[in-house]
């Protein structure tokens, strides 16, 4: 099952402008949440997954009172931290945001993209006609 859009749109309006730039980009029919062009969390069957850092789960665990919860938003992928009723609260929602992506580094810068280059252009293929007439020994074009 994939994330609802109505769900990222409900979610941006929770965070608001508070956190920072934020931006939602459709990935794998799922969503990632960009804070100051950092990757932050995952937003994957409705959940939000947010990268685990010293502060959010310092933050976390002073706003829920317990420990926070870890799951892989996807089989394969590397465990984050499950936001569940916390979302609901803007204020708690926008500063473990903030302060996730405080922590985390830029992303590389990408390469730049070579130019491509055309491709060597193919020598025309013979025809039938011209392959029967070299195999008979005529159009040569010399004789003896």
Do not use: H
Request: hydrophobic content about 40%.
């Amino acid at each position: 099952m994939s994330t609802d859009a109505s769900y990222i749109a409900w979610l941006q309006d929770q965070i608001g402008g508070s956190a920072g730039q934020v931006s939602f980009r459709r990935m794998f029919g799922e969503y990632a949440l960009y804070c100051d062009a950092k990757l932050v969390a995952l937003v994957c069957d409705n959940q939000f997954y947010l990268k685990p850092t010293a502060a959010g789960r310092a933050a976390l665990g002073e706003a829920a009172g317990a420990t926070p919860i870890e799951a892989s938003p996807y089989p394969g992928a590397k465990p984050c931290l499950l936001l569940g009723d916390l979302l609901e609260d803007r204020t708690v929602l926008a500063r473990l945001v903030r302060l996730t992506a405080a922590e985390l580094p830029l992303p590389a810068p990408k390469p730049p993209k070579q130019p491509k280059q055309p491709k060597p252009a193919k020598a025309p293929k013979a025809t039938s006609a011209r392959r029967a007439a070299a195999s008979k020994g005529g159009g040569t074009g010399s004789t003896s």
